[in-house]
């Protein structure tokens, strides 16, 4: 039996399909900054603070984390790129089901691309802020365990025994 090979048309190859891919994803980014900025401005209070008291201008560990960033064809809330780890909050707007299947969806697609979501309501944000500063530092040290050198960006010299 005869194996089926699908195709490339325009004498695509693998290199040609992921850079359509990469300017596909890029375009659709440009589409979702508008509302990306529409909602930087218009954080719910949850947001605000965990922002401001939490993750701005690297508080947690270091590590710089954007708010409202187009992902995929997502827009997430905070998203730390260098861990690829998203955090979500979700206000009152998430219990209605046209949000809750979005929702659903969201962290599916965003894990199959490697990252992780960690989801809080504001309720959690609001009157346990404590709990979830040290559920994002737990993930955040386990998302530094698992982070790889690139092998044409190897460590600085005196790094892994090496002189």
Same mark, same amino acid.
């Given at each position: ?11 695509? $190859? +693998?290199?040609?399909?992921? =850079? ?9 980014? /440009?589409? #979702? ?57 979700? $206000? +009152?707007?998430?219990?209605? =089901? ?9 962290? /599916?697609? #965003? ?5 992780e979501v960690i989801r809080f309501t504001d309720d959690d944000v609001r009157r346990n802020m404590n709990g979830v500063i040290a559920a994002i530092r737990c993930v955040v040290k386990e998302r530094e365990k698992r982070k790889v050198v690139h092998p044409l960006h190897p460590p600085p010299a005196g790094d892994r025994g090496?002189?």
């Amino acid at each position: 039996m005869k194996d089926f090979v699908v195709p490339r048309w325009r004498g695509q $190859g +693998v290199e040609e399909t992921r =850079e359509s891919q990469w300017k596909e994803q890029l375009c659709l980014q /440009h589409k #979702l900054q508008p509302l990306a900025n529409k909602l930087r401005r218009e954080m719910t209070k949850a947001e605000a603070c965990l922002w401001k008291y939490v993750l701005r201008e690297g508080q947690m560990k270091g590590y710089q984390f954007r708010r409202q960033r187009p992902v995929l064809r997502y827009i997430a809330d905070f998203m730390c790129k260098e861990l690829k780890l998203v955090i979500e909050v979700d $206000g +009152v707007t998430h219990q209605y =089901e046209e949000t809750a299947e979005k929702d659903n969806r969201k962290p /599916h697609d #965003l894990e199959r691309a490697g990252f992780e979501v960690i989801r809080f309501t504001d309720d959690d944000v609001r009157r346990n802020m404590n709990g979830v500063i040290a559920a994002i530092r737990c993930v955040v040290k386990e998302r530094e365990k698992r982070k790889v050198v690139h092998p044409l960006h190897p460590p600085p010299a005196g790094d892994r025994g090496i002189p």
